[in-house]
């Protein structure tokens, strides 16, 4: 995954890791909460993209399947 969106990713998920870790230093919990939830939808979106692109991918295989009859 050498990819540049998963480079951009990675690097947003490490700020936002440094974020919450200095606020777990602090004991902030607030700031931690909200960091959290911000990663968690991050998480999320990644995920629903990746099962989109799952099910394109395995629709396009069925209709091949499909439109290879012996």
Same mark, same amino acid.
């Given at each position: ?9 990675? $690097? ?5 890791? +440094?974020? *919450?870790? !200095? ?6 919990? @607030? #700031? ?8 968690? $939808? ?5 995920? +629903?993209? *990746?099962? !989109? ?6 629709? @396009? #295989? ?9």
């Amino acid at each position: 995954m050498n990819s540049p969106v998963a480079s951009y990713l990675r $690097a947003v998920l490490g700020v936002h890791l +440094v974020t *919450l870790r !200095a606020a777990w230093r602090a004991k902030d919990r @607030g #700031a931690s909460a909200v960091e959290l939830a911000v990663i968690t $939808a991050m998480i999320l979106t990644v995920a +629903v993209i *990746l099962l !989109a692109v799952i099910t394109h991918f395995v629709k @396009g #295989a069925a209709n091949q399947i499909k439109n290879t009859t012996p």
